[in-house]
């Protein structure tokens, strides 16, 4: 098993100490990439896939580097909805 596959199981188990480094690392893994214009320079941050089209915006945690639940699922189901992950 890969590392990204592990990182992938370690986000579908939705551990409560997921972090926001994690999830840069497992969207990469992915085919996504940062977005460094408009208005992602501070919380706000969009990770965009070139190749879909498909946009995953999400808060950046703070002052804790942990996503909180809720973050998660969204990020799971806007990644499903996009046939990104089974």
């Given amino acids: 098993m890969s590392k990204a596959e592990k990182l992938l199981k370690r986000f579908l188990s939705k551990p409560k100490d997921f972090t926001f480094e994690e999830l840069v690392r497992l969207l990469v893994s992915l085919g996504y990439e940062e977005a460094t214009t408009g208005k992602t320079s501070g919380s706000l941050v969009a990770f965009i896939n070139r190749g879909t089209r ?5 808060h950046k945690p ?25």
């Fill in 54 to 58: 498909h946009i995953v915006r999400l």
């Fill in 62 to 86: 703070h002052p804790n580097p942990e996503l909180k639940r809720y973050q998660l699922d969204e990020i799971e189901n806007a990644l499903r909805k996009a046939e990104v992950i089974e």
